[in-house]
């Protein structure tokens, strides 16, 4: 498995204002928008590309789109739809599953309350999303549910990530990239990341 961290100067710019305290959640909900934007640049690097005839007002060139198998986003609800409106900026034509998880507050286990994944999804990449790698057991059950519904080829993508977390994913899905735009120190005793940016979802949505 590779770790990639997305160390472009706009990424960590967004990050450290998103860990600021006093930023508030328009100011979060665009910044988090932002930054999985500018991931989704590098973690689609790969796709592969066919080159093609197209007719331009001066003459035909040849020139690349986008071919083969098509991609799907998963994002991690909640936190994870804050990333959508930046995902589907960049791919518009891309499928979204979505997979509803909470982390219980005493044993800071994933607790299930929503999947709905297109109907093709065995036939997608998918790039799973949510800001926040903190236990890694959230990714692990969202990757294990994508894996029963047929999908090969995964990755995932987040704003921050533990060295827990990470370890979490190598052991259960080795093949499974990960891209981050930090590393921090690791978690809390309620399973947060320190320093981190505290609850996404609360950030997101203003909950807290
Ligand atoms: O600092 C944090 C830590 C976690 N979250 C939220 O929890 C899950 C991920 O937690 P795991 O322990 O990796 O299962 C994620 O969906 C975040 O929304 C957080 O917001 N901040
Ligand atoms: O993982 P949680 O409990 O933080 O869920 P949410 O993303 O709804 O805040
Ligand atoms: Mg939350």
Known sequence: M??????????QHKITLMRDKMTGPKEFRELVA???MLMCYEATRDLPTKEIEIATP??????????????AFVPILRAGLGMMDGLMTLVPAAKVGHIGLFRDTKSHEPVEYYVKLPED????DVIVVDPMLATGHSAVQAIRILKQAGVANVKFMCIIASPEGIAAMQAAYPEVD??????DQGLNADAYIVPGMGDAGDRIFGTK
């Open 121 to 124: 999804i065995a036939e997608r």
């Open 2 to 11: 590779a770790v990639q961290r997305i160390d472009h100067p706009l990424v």
């Open 34 to 36: 932002e930054t999985a």
């Open 58 to 71: 001066m003459g035909v060139a040849k020139s690349k789109i986008i071919s083969g198998r098509k991609l």
């Open 178 to 183: 990960i891209y981050c735009g930090a590393e």
